[in-house]
Nanobody, 115 residues
């Protein structure tokens, strides 16, 4: 079983920054099958950023140049640094681990950006 616990969500003004953390435990097979998604009210959950095979990173077009995903394998923790936040970044942010064909999710952390 895999457990994911997100933290770091907050209310911030537009243009500000936040760093989200996702602490993972269980049979992970590494942190490079993990990523971040978000879901705004009334919208579908969407990819924000994730690691792909070989440790490469993928980003949604809407966050490229502003957000950065990173990880600490020793701590089994993945981070999402979010800069130049916009009101449209307001959402619940979820940590995801995709392992052997299964998706595991955290409980989510709320990010609210005021304009």
């Amino acid at each position: 079983q895999v457990q994911l616990v997100e933290s770091g969500g907050d209310l911030v003004q537009a243009g500000g920054s936040l760093r989200l953390s996702c602490a993972a435990s269980g049979r992970l097979f590494g942190i490079y099958n993990m990523g971040w998604y978000r879901q705004a009210p009334g919208k579908q959950r969407e990819l924000v950023a994730r690691f792909s095979s070989g440790g490469q990173t993928n980003y949604a077009d809407s966050v490229k140049g502003r957000f950065a995903i990173s990880g600490d394998s020793g701590k089994n923790t993945v981070y999402l640094q979010m800069n130049s936040l916009k009101s449209e970044d307001t959402a619940v942010y979820y940590c995801n681990a995709h392992i052997l064909g299964y998706d595991f999710w955290g409980q989510g952390t709320q990010v609210s950006v005021s304009s």
